[in-house]
């Protein structure tokens, strides 16, 4: 139990382009999703918490117009990287939280396999 | 304010070699989680632990285990009898409880295991 899916893995897209990113929890339902951030060699960095049907809460410093987050079920949210530049380049890791005890998963986040996005 | 604190940037072992990664941590909360995540070269974090603050038992799990004190603030993890694919970053993290609850990750430690 507990997988939390990703698409695309990787994508490559021109400057000024928009990119969706997918992520699912395959098994389960989440009360919140997470989006984050990683630089190479470097913590993951929390960009935003989403929870269903409501808007997304971005920290400090993430501008929403830029990275838009929907989450519109209980086991999918979407990231928009909205006029996607070179500086937007990095590794994106979404997390799941489960919606409630369930047998075998552990209250606590569990990641997807990051979608690693290049912008030309 | 939270921080965890991993002191630790790189650590070179030589197979079946035991090894400590170390945590510390700061809150001013008295409930809160600490975790443990590996994140091997594919890139997926993967879930190790969590503990609860109250409970301050030691844990094993096979090969892993961790020792939480509190009176330190620290939350350490071994690994006994490395092995090859041990090797990966290892973050540890905290958070408050409650459903929105963000982690705090320390900056993670880079762990090689040499065959």
């Known amino acids: 139990g507990a997988v939390v899916s990703q698409h695309p893995s990787w994508v490559i897209c021109k400057s000024g382009t928009s990119v969706k990113i997918e992520c699912r929890s395959l098994d389960f339902q989440a009360t919140t999703m997470f989006w984050y951030r990683q630089f190479p060699k470097q913590s993951l960095m929390l960009m935003a918490t989403?929870?269903?049907?409501?808007?997304?809460?971005?920290e400090q410093g993430v501008e929403k117009d830029k990275f838009l987050i929907n989450h519109a079920s209980l086991t999918l949210s979407t990231l928009t990287v909205t006029s996607a530049h070179p500086e937007d380049s990095s590794f994106y890791i979404c997390s799941a939280r489960p919606f409630e005890s369930q047998e075998g998963l552990t209250d606590t986040q569990y990641f997807g396999p990051g979608t690693r996005l290049t912008v030309l | 304010a939270q921080k965890v604190t991993q002191a630790q940037t790189e650590i070179s072992v030589v197979e079946k070699e035991d090894v400590t990664l170390d945590c510390v941590y700061e809150?001013?909360?008295?409930?809160?989680?600490l975790f443990w995540y590996k994140q091997p070269p594919s890139g997926e974090l993967v879930f190790l632990i969590r503990r609860n603050s109250f409970d301050e038992q030691n844990e094993i799990s096979g090969r892993y285990s961790w020792n939480f004190q509190k009176s330190t603030s620290s939350f350490n993890f071994t690994i006994t009898a490395s092995q090859v694919v041990d090797s990966a970053v290892y973050f540890c993290?905290?958070?408050?409880?409650?459903?929105?609850?963000?982690?705090?990750f320390g900056k993670g430690i880079t762990l090689s295991v040499r065959p």
């Open positions: 809150t001013r909360d008295t409930t809160y989680y």
């Open positions: 989403s929870n269903e049907g409501s808007k997304a809460t971005y």
């Open positions: 993290a905290l958070s408050y409880t409650g459903a929105n609850s963000k982690l705090t």
